[in-house]
């Protein structure tokens, strides 16, 4: 089993920046990509970044140029660094791992947590 928790969130106004952490534990040897997604109040899931397992990146439309992902060199943490944010990344962010494809969510996920964009 796979375990990630997620950390960073909270209220930022806009223009400003902030720093999610995810960190896995359990198996993780058979993990191979992480990656963030969001969930904003009346909206699916979508893919804000991917990091593969060779440290290949891949990026929603809206993350390009704003948000860096980044993979720690143990292998089991991840961070977004998120900058110029707007109202509209007011979302729950959440962790994911255990895919290598570009884009694409693997099986795990954190609980989420709270990205609140608001003067």
């Known amino acids: 089993q796979v375990h990630l928790v997620e950390s960073g969130g909270g209220l930022v106004q806009p223009g400003g920046s902030l720093l999610l952490s995810c960190l896995g534990s359990?198996?993780?040897?058979?993990?191979?990509?992480m990656g963030w997604f969001r969930q904003a109040p009346g909206k699916q899931r979508e893919l804000v970044a991917t990091?593969?397992?060779?440290?290949?990146?891949n990026y929603a439309d809206f993350a390009e140029g704003r948000f860096t992902i980044s993979r720690g060199n143990r292998k089991n943490t991840v961070d977004l660094q998120m900058n110029s944010l707007s109202p509209e990344d007011t979302a729950v962010y959440y962790c994911?791992?255990?895919?290598?494809?570009?884009?694409?969510?693997?099986?795990?996920w954190g609980q989420g947590i709270q990205v609140t964009v608001s003067s």
């Open positions: 994911n791992a255990g895919s290598d494809r570009a884009g694409s969510a693997g099986r795990y």
């Open positions: 359990g198996r993780f040897a058979d993990i191979k990509g």
């Open positions: 990091v593969s397992s060779g440290g290949a990146t």
